[in-house]
């Protein structure tokens, strides 16, 4: 039987999306979700300067530090990472006002709840990550196909804009080209 869901999206989409707008710099704690994009960007260092962290707090300073220093990063992480860093988000982007653009990978989302709500999702990692967003008032776009690309430009856009965190979540795994 074949399948009604439309291709995800390359890795190489979602980089190209990000050096489009900008974006010259990724700290990164590797993603499941996103591991086709990380991929992509380790083997064109030219574009996106990539630096892996150890953990969420981490990225976030480093992003910040980038930011400080003049470069335009986006920080890569999955839902449960954002769980974990809360607090580093909340200081950096919010109280210090450093735009952080953050890509965040759904996790353990089923492919049964591909093109409907993720806060329908019976997995609470999942279902808990737009609600979380929310009660920080960080706005966010979902990306699940190639049709989204658009909401890259325009998070980020709005993250420099308001000088506050905006989210993309990248509801599905990305492709290797």
Not at 61 to 73: D, K, N
Not at 107 to 134: A, Y
């Amino acid at each position: 039987m074949p399948s009604t869901r439309p291709p995800a999206i390359k890795g190489s989409a979602i980089a190209h999306a990000l050096s489009d707008c900008g974006i010259d710099a990724a700290t990164v704690v590797p993603d499941f979700v996103q591991i086709a994009t990380h991929q992509y960007l380790d083997a064109d260092r030219g574009r996106i300067a990539v630096t892996y962290c150890a953990n969420e707090n981490q990225a976030l300073h480093v992003a910040s530090g980038l930011y400080i220093g003049g470069r335009q990063p986006v920080v890569m992480m999955q839902n449960q990472g954002l769980y974990n860093c809360v607090n580093s988000l909340r200081a950096c982007g919010l109280d210090a006002g450093i735009p952080l653009f953050l890509m965040i990978g759904q996790f353990g989302r089923e492919f049964s709840n591909f093109g409907k709500e993720m806060r329908t999702s019976r997995r609470h990692m999942v279902s808990l990550l737009e609600p979380v967003l929310d009660a920080l008032a960080i706005a966010h776009w979902n990306v699940e196909t190639e049709a989204d690309l658009n909401a890259i430009e325009t998070a980020w856009s709005h993250a420099k804009r308001s000088r506050k965190p905006a989210a993309i979540i990248v509801g599905r795994h990305t492709e290797w080209d």
